[in-house]
T-cell receptor
Framework: GQQLNQSPQSMFIQEGEDVSMNCTSS?????WLWYKQEPGEGPVLLIA?????ELTSNGRLTAQFGITRKDSFLNISASIPSDVGIYFC?????????????FGSGTRLSIRP | DAGVIQSPRHEVTEMGQEVTLRCKPI?????LFWYRQTMMRGLELLIY????????DSGMPEDRFSAKMPNASFSTLKIQPSEPRDSAVYFC????????????FGPGTRLTVT
């Protein structure tokens, strides 16, 4: 089945640093999504990408839909403490799975002590 | 506007007991999804509904799990009998017509089976 490989698994940041994470798949996806999950809460949709090559921003967050439709990345500029959480990429399935989304394993973002 | 509502937020039960988790989707949304999240397996889709009809239940672990959606504003996920390996956070999500992939998650129910 379709699977997403998300990296890195975890990262430590200092306030003010830029952050980059990515997601790859061996399968094509029609839509890429990025979610953030904070402790004790459900994932919250941050950005949705609909076309290959599309670059979309949401405040300090920027995400791109890869040209091959098999990858996506998320950048966070000038990180702040409230950016801490788990970031999930997700891809919309194709064909009979078009109503489902497949989640990556997540990137845990922490503040470096 | 109210988001997806789930109850209870926490449930502790003994092995063998029946557990019922509840979800109220966002008004106007016609897709409803049940997920399970664990450290080992991440976020897994269990089942989803469209217009109250179950579309894909291939993620339901086994016959002990069942889900219903009697109307557009309510769904339940039942585990009977529960086992310790069912301990996880269970999320309900809903999405608007035509954009099933833009899912809005509830706060989850943390289930502990002892």
């Amino acid at each position: 089945g379709q699977q997403l490989n998300q990296s890195p698994q975890s990262m430590f940041i200092q306030e003010g640093e830029d952050v980059s994470m990515n997601c790859t798949s061996s399968s094509i996806f029609n839509t890429w999504l990025w979610y953030k999950q904070e402790p004790g809460e459900g994932p919250v949709l941050l950005i949705a990408l609909y076309k290959a090559g599309e670059l979309t921003s949401n405040g300090r967050l920027t995400a791109q839909f890869g040209i091959t439709r098999k990858d996506s990345f998320l950048n966070i500029s000038a990180s702040i403490p409230s950016d801490v959480g788990i970031y999930f990429c997700a891809g919309q399935g194709t064909g009979s799975s078009a109503s489902k989304i497949i989640f990556g394993s997540g990137t845990r973002l922490s503040i470096r002590p | 506007d109210a988001g997806v509502i789930q109850s209870p937020r926490h449930e502790v039960t003994e092995m063998g007991q029946e557990v019922t988790l509840r979800c109220k989707p966002i008004s106007g949304h016609d897709y409803l999804f049940w997920y399970r999240q664990t450290m080992m397996r991440g976020l897994e889709l269990l089942i989803y509904f469209n217009n109250n009809v179950p579309i894909d239940d291939s993620g339901m672990p086994e016959d002990r799990f069942s889900a219903k959606m009697p109307n557009a504003s309510f769904s339940t996920l039942k585990i009977q009998p529960s086992e310790p390996r069912d301990s996880a956070v269970y999320f309900c999500a809903s999405s608007p017509p035509g954009v099933a992939y833009e899912q809005y998650f509830g706060p989850g129910t943390r289930l502990t089976v002892t």
